[in-house]
């Protein structure tokens, strides 16, 4: 220990002396303690004593904690498995369509959480095309079951990117072995596959359990009466201006949300558990038999004909003029939410900004902090993959509290929400960009600075280069998620200032069917066009939306 400080020591000294690399250290860890840690402390430090007798003496917040978890439970159980199954079909069989069926489970990821909600309720609705045209039933999809089903759908894909990525890591040498000393297929499965995969179902898991925690958009539009702590924190601030209590609400939120995330960090840091070390095995898996396949193709397939029913249903909305009374085509829904109002636009420069600002500060805070050895380096690590762990609706009421007043009164104005957006999306970006520089010798670097190079030359011109494809990655990605943001934003919107993704909420809330459809259409288009360009440029050398 005391030679690892002393080594950190003599490293920190060697950046002191490069005055240029030691500023742009201090400005990286200004900037996350400032924009990260600042606004969670100012939520978790506002409510008081009084605050949190007044919760737990009402129990229709009580109430709200317990949906939470009730839907998180219910939610990660079944996206989770929905995702395994999907993993497994795409990785271990040899069933036609796996194109088809891996294209669409994108969609969930490039597009708005909440257009599942937006969908539902279009489909099964009480005007529904499916329950009241087709079948003429008066049905009412909100509650808990159709929030169950939403975000079953919204975030399987988080599941399946996971599980899949595990799977292939496996060793095929030790399925051959099982099966040489005469094991059964599900022998085989139950033995050696599945105790290999568990670490990968927990990551995903853990992870699914975040996302359906901060889910924000899904439980306003489709929850109906079945309040949960991300909306009742927003109804607090809105509503009754409780600022205090919305805070109190959030910090609840957190508990159960950095619990998984610190959980899903240590199994994914005991991963080796499903690979195998030494030479890679050249021997080829046996695909899964017919009686595995086609019973796995055909719960693909109906998975997938209803994501393909959720967005052929935003679009058909988008083009209607009245929904669930004229059916007629009509370019109206798209002319007022598109060419007569700014919120596409805003959303556009705002995430365009916010993804330059991330792609940058990710690659330069992951070559400082991987790179370079100083005391405080963990801690700016955590600091900087902090955001994955803090929902939404916290960031958002930390960023109101946080930057309401001089130095730094930054509310109401565009800047705070490209600020959130960036920020919200760096631990994607920072983690990419690890990883990559991960497969790079080092040894690289060391002789570029021989050559009397220093730091930053060495990074502009040797580590960067490197770093392109990992840099435009966090690009789109950030662009990506940032258009289609909701949780955080919706407490920073201002008039002039108003972001597609909280213009679909409120035309939801109100009725509007078809125009916000036409906006949520816009949105997974700009989504769909922004994947596609980045597929063509970068090819497979790089990824994107893989966990």
Same mark, same amino acid.
């Given at each position: ?114 257009? +599942? ?120 601030? #809105?509503?009754?201006?409780? +600022? ?27 991963? &080796? ?32 004909? !209803? ?77 900087? !993959? ?10 958002? #009421? ?29 631990? !994607? ?52 998620? &940032? ?17 597609? &993704? ?21 949105? #997974? ?5 922004? !994947? ?16």
């Amino acid at each position: 220990m005391l030679d690892q400080v002393r080594l950190q020591a003599k490293e920190f000294r060697r950046i002191a002396a490069d005055p240029l690399l030691l500023t742009l250290l201090v400005i990286v860890a200004g900037l996350l303690v400032v924009f990260i840690l600042f606004p969670v402390v100012r939520v978790l430090t506002l409510p008081r004593l009084e605050h949190w007798h007044e919760f737990l003496g009402r129990p229709a917040l009580l109430r709200a904690a317990i949906h939470s978890l009730v839907m998180m439970i219910l939610s990660t159980t079944t996206a989770t498995l929905v995702g395994l199954l999907f993993a497994y079909a795409l990785v271990r069989t040899q069933m036609p369509m796996k194109a088809f069926f891996r294209t669409l489970t994108l969609l969930p990821l490039i597009s708005p959480p909440f257009v +599942t909600g937006l969908a539902f309720i279009l489909l099964f609705g009480r005007r529904g095309l499916f329950t009241y045209s087709v079948l003429g039933l008066d049905l009412n999809p909100y509650g808990w079951h159709g929030l169950w089903m939403a975000q079953t759908l919204a975030f399987f894909p988080v599941a399946y990117l996971t599980i899949a990525g595990v799977l292939r890591s496996i060793d095929p040498a030790l399925e051959l072995a099982a099966q040489d000393l005469g094991a059964s297929g599900f022998q085989i499965f139950r033995t050696v596959t599945l105790p290999l995969l568990t670490p990968g179902i927990a990551s995903a898991a853990l992870l699914v359990g975040i996302f359906v925690l901060a889910d924000f958009g899904n439980p306003m539009l489709i929850g109906g009466n079945y309040s949960v702590l991300a909306t009742e924190a927003y109804m607090q601030v #809105i509503g009754r201006y409780n +600022t205090e209590m919305a805070a109190l609400l959030a910090s609840v939120l957190l508990l159960p949300s950095l619990a998984l995330f610190l959980a899903q960090r240590y199994v994914m840091e005991k991963r &080796s558990f499903v690979t195998v070390t030494g030479r890679p095995s050249a021997l080829g898996r046996k695909p899964a038999p017919w009686y595995v396949t086609w019973p796995l193709f055909g719960f693909c397939l109906a998975v997938s004909l !209803v994501i393909l029913a959720i967005y052929l249903v935003i679009v058909l909305g988008a083009f209607s003029k009245v929904w669930g009374v004229d059916w007629s085509l009509s370019l109206r829904n798209f002319q007022y939410t598109i060419f007569r109002q700014r919120d596409l636009y805003n959303s556009v420069r705002f995430a365009l900004s916010a993804a330059v600002l991330t792609a940058a500060l990710a690659t330069l805070s992951a070559y400082l902090i991987e790179r370079k050895s100083f005391l405080g380096r963990e801690v700016l690590d955590f600091f900087t !993959v902090l955001p994955a762990a803090v929902p939404g609706t916290l960031i958002g #009421i930390g960023y109101v509290l946080a930057f309401n007043q001089p130095p730094l009164e930054l509310t109401g104005t565009a800047a705070i929400i490209v600020l959130c957006m960036a920020f919200r999306t760096l631990p !994607v970006g920072y983690r990419n960009a690890v990883s990559v520089l991960h497969q790079i010798d080092v040894a690289i670097e060391r002789a570029s600075e021989d050559l009397g190079a220093d730091s930053l030359r060495t990074f502009v011109h040797i580590v960067l280069p490197l770093l392109k494809y990992a840099f435009f990655a966090t690009l789109v990605y950030t662009f990506v998620k &940032s258009i289609n943001t909701l949780s955080a934003v919706i407490f920073l919107i201002s008039p002039g200032n108003v972001v597609a &993704s909280a213009s679909i909420l409120g035309l939801a809330e109100h009725g509007y069917w078809g125009q916000a459809a036409a906006l949520a259409t816009a949105l #997974i288009t700009l989504g769909l066009l922004s !994947v596609v360009v980045f597929r063509l440029i970068a090819g497979r050398r790089a990824q994107l939306f893989e966990l």
